[in-house]
């Protein structure tokens, strides 16, 4: 493997194992937010329900691969987060079209990340910052500590109130957002052939458990 493939290995390998911390939030154990929560309160609770679990010896990573996919939806606004990774072709879908696509999505984040969880080697999670984003958004900036000289990584949050409560609407892992990354996924497929290619196309990446790149 040459340096310019290990360093892109190596990077691909640290945002797996931040996003199964981040969003590996595991159903039975972990404390839920509340609205009383603020941003910070909102991160803190998500990070150590997540790390909890992980930690456990019991489970199978299957089972806990089926706890991350039960839990994410009482941290993230899945709706919110969809708009934003299709842009501005949210307003041409109808109503169905917009269900199916958060519904496909959702899964598909789940297929991507979810079977990392064996990466998880002892990582803790550091709360270091938080910033008012304007426009009712906050960002809590976090930092995932690796053991044995791995590399720390950089995680920011950004959240937006929902009905009074904090929810997550997009990661930024060692600067690279999740949004952006997957609305450039997915235009390239909407700017050949609409949303009817593109729910297709996740539904199929789904079924086999694939991610959109395989």
């Known amino acids: 493997m040459n340096s310019t493939r290990s360093s892109r290995f190596g990077q691909t ?70 708009r934003l990774v299709l842009a501005r072709n949210w307003n041409g879908l109808t109503d169905e079209q917009k269900k199916a696509f958060t519904e496909e999505f959702k899964q598909h984040l789940s297929v991507t990340y979810g079977k990392n969880v064996e990466s998880y080697n002892n ?27 791995g590399g720390d990584i950089l995680v920011d949050y950004r959240l937006r109130q929902v009905n009074g409560e904090w929810k997550v609407i997009d990661l930024v892992i ?25 729910l297709k196309l996740l539904h199929e990446k789904n079924a086999a458990g694939q991610p959109l790149k395989s």
């Open 123 to 149: 990582e803790k999670v550091q709360i270091v910052g938080d910033r008012d984003e304007g426009r009712g958004d906050w960002t809590v900036q976090t930092k995932i500590l690796r053991p044995q000289g």
């Open 13 to 82: 390998a640290r945002c797996l194992v931040a996003f199964v911390i981040a969003f590996g939030l595991l159903s039975g154990s972990f404390r839920a937010a509340s609205a009383a929560d603020d941003p910070k309160q909102v991160v803190r609770k998500l990070t150590d329900a997540v790390i909890g679990v992980l930690q456990e010896k019991g489970p199978s990573a299957d089972a806990k691969r089926e706890k991350i996919r039960g839990i994410v939806v009482d941290y993230v606004d899945f709706p919110s987060m969809s």
């Open 174 to 198: 060692e600067r690279v957002s999740l949004v952006s990354n997957f609305r450039s996924q997915f235009q390239d497929v909407m700017a050949n052939g609409g949303i009817d290619r593109l």
